[in-house]
């Protein structure tokens, strides 16, 4: 990978924590939906894991935007259990100057991407990445095909919710019926 693409993906990373409040699984999600919804050019190579799409590169550049000082992280305690939430960094303005050109080539889609999703749960994310995902990767010819192939991955999400998540993708033009 690029030097370059590497700071277009930290400019990124900087750009959505300075836009909304995020912890790993949005990030980790946002960026899916951003390069497999709007074909923003980002590099990973998402894989279906316990909680949907991922990369662990996603998180190596998480960890490398933090020791750069251009995300900083703070704890956070949910009565599950800890997370993090990320805010910009002390050094944010340097590699959103680096990326400047990146981020407005494609601020329509991270407009979108932000309003809709960014105040999602991390259970909605899992599930409508997921629907994405199965969509995307393994073809489904039919509605009720994709639901039964989200419901053997997720089967603690229901029917319903599985076909209401698919009708909020068709809705945002991420899927098509």
């Not at 990973?44 to 995300?71: K, M």
């Not at 407009?111 to 259970?123: H, I």
């Amino acid at each position: 990978m690029s030097s370059e693409a590497v700071f277009q993906r930290l400019g990124l990373l900087a750009e959505l924590a300075g836009r909304a409040t995020l912890g790993r699984t949005a990030f980790m999600k946002l960026l899916f939906f951003l390069q497999e919804s709007k074909a923003v050019p980002l590099g990973y190579q998402f894989s279906l894991y316990s909680y949907g799409p991922f990369d662990s590169d996603v998180l190596a550049d998480i960890s490398l935007a933090e020791r750069l000082n251009v995300l900083r992280s703070s704890t956070v305690y949910y009565p599950s259990g800890m997370g993090y939430e990320y805010s910009p960094g002390t050094d944010v303005k340097n590699v959103k100057d680096l990326t400047g050109d990146f981020l407005r080539k494609h601020k329509t889609s991270i407009d979108w991407v932000l309003t809709s999703f960014s105040r999602k749960t991390a259970a909605e994310l899992e599930l409508l990445s997921t629907i994405l995902f199965v969509a995307k990767f393994q073809n489904p010819k039919t509605v009720a095909k994709l639901v039964e192939q989200v419901e053997l991955i997720k089967p603690h999400f229901s029917q319903e919710q599985i076909h209401k998540g698919c009708d909020e993708l068709v809705g945002l033009k991420v899927l098509r019926t």
